[in-house]
T-cell receptor
Framework: AQTVTQSQPEMSVQEAETVTLSCTYD???????LFWYKQPPSRQMILVIR??????QNATENRFSVNFQKAAKSFSLKISDSQLGDAAMYFC???????????????FGKGTKLSVKP | NAGVTQTPKFRILKIGQSMTLQCTQD?????MYWYRQDPGMGLKLIYY???????DKGEVPNGYNVSRSTTEDFPLRLELAAPSQTSVYFC????????????????FGAGSRLTVL
């Protein structure tokens, strides 16, 4: 079974600085999807960025980028030029490639709470 | 385009009461999921459905039931509510595999906070 581990329960960053959130996962599969979701105090789960495992190029979305290390099973999220609105819980999640039914379920880490200091 | 709509947003139940959390999506997604999120934890799968008339258990199904009579709707029923069911519940949906852009992404509802006293 796949597992996702986020080893940093809480992180803090100064506004305009850069922060990296860590995520490791365990799988025996070679193809899969990885995601970072943001959950602000409103509770809404918002997709931040996604990565297909077959792609060697790291995904980027504006100020958000990932460092995907497939051999190390590592998927960290870098937030550049941090803004007050970035304060939230961040969840790393795994989804199987050939998904169907429960195989299409996202497997989540426990999350990292990010605080942004003005 | 409303996406995934959950109702109610908040509910307080007494032990032993029953209720239904409603979930509707307007994106014609095949797959739908119910998750619960306990404090300090990620989301855990309760039930899922791959299409109308087809449902199955996830990781934590005890105390819950679901039905899927239409593509759009996937209600979650709590029978005989217990304090252990105090949680935030999320409904999510996605396309099945295919060439549709973003088919691998789950779209979430805004969540329903349930308290059982």
């Amino acid at each position: 079974a796949q597992t996702v581990t986020q080893s940093q329960p809480e992180m803090s960053v100064q506004e305009a600085e850069t922060v990296t959130l860590s995520c490791t996962y365990d799988t025996s599969e070679s193809d899969y999807y990885l995601f970072w979701y943001k959950q602000p105090p409103s509770r809404q789960m918002i997709l931040v960025i996604r990565q297909e495992a077959y792609k060697q190029q790291n995904a980027t979305e504006n100020r958000f980028s990932v460092n995907f290390q497939k051999a190390a099973k590592s998927f960290s999220l870098k937030i550049s030029d941090s803004q007050l609105g970035d304060a939230a819980m961040y969840f790393c999640a795994y989804r199987r490639w050939n998904y169907g039914g429960s195989q299409g379920n996202l497997i989540f880490g426990k999350g990292t709470k990010l605080s942004v200091k003005p | 385009n409303a996406g995934v709509t959950q109702t109610p947003k908040f509910r307080i139940l007494k032990i032993g009461q029953s209720m239904t959390l409603q979930c509707t999506q307007d994106m014609n997604h095949n797959y739908m999921y119910w998750y619960r999120q306990d404090p300090g934890m990620g989301l855990k799968l309760i039930y899922y459905s791959v299409g109308a008339g087809i449902t199955d258990k996830g990781e934590v199904p005890n105390g819950y039931n679901v039905s899927r009579s239409t593509t759009e709707d996937f209600p979650l029923r709590l029978e005989l509510a217990a304090p252990s069911q105090t949680s935030v519940y999320f409904c999510a949906s996605s396309y099945s595999r295919g060439p549709i852009s973003g088919a691998n992404v789950l779209t979430f509802g805004a969540g329903s906070r349930l308290t059982v006293l």
